[in-house]
């Protein structure tokens, strides 16, 4: 068993922010900035190329709804929704979750950088991704 489903299961105790019968969100542990939040379906699913169309649906409708929720309950100035799919990518339980991490300024706890990659052919890229 995972340790979400721990959390769901309520074998871990965790702070609720949201709970319908299929989504839970909690406060993560590990607060990156004040508010910062784990939104996941219920149902085990280890990450977003693995889910239903449902459960997705669910979910984006309670991530979607809390984002607002916490941006103006926080007064952040905006947020991120942050998904990692994949150990390369930096998932580290594999249960689908989503974080909403508010934003309050530039010199806050995170930072995301993008980088500029090698010039590439679009319409190569198109072709392969379509």
Request: charged share 25%.
């Amino acid at each position: 068993m995972c340790i979400f489903c721990d959390i769901i299961n309520k074998q871990i105790p965790s702070k609720v922010v949201y709970e319908d019968d299929d989504v839970i969100a909690i406060l993560d542990i590990a607060q990156v900035t004040l508010g910062h939040t784990l939104v996941m379906p219920k149902k085990h699913v280890e990450n977003i190329l693995e889910v239903d169309e449902d459960t997705m649906g669910k979910v984006s409708k309670v991530v979607h709804h809390l984002a607002k929720q916490i941006v103006t309950k926080t007064e952040a100035v905006g947020c991120n929704i942050l998904n990692n799919c994949g150990e390369v990518a930096g998932q580290t339980v594999n249960h689908l979750h989503f974080h909403i991490i508010p934003r309050y300024g530039e010199d806050d706890a995170i930072s995301l950088r993008f980088y500029p990659s090698e010039e590439l052919d679009l319409d190569e890229v198109l072709e392969k991704v379509k």
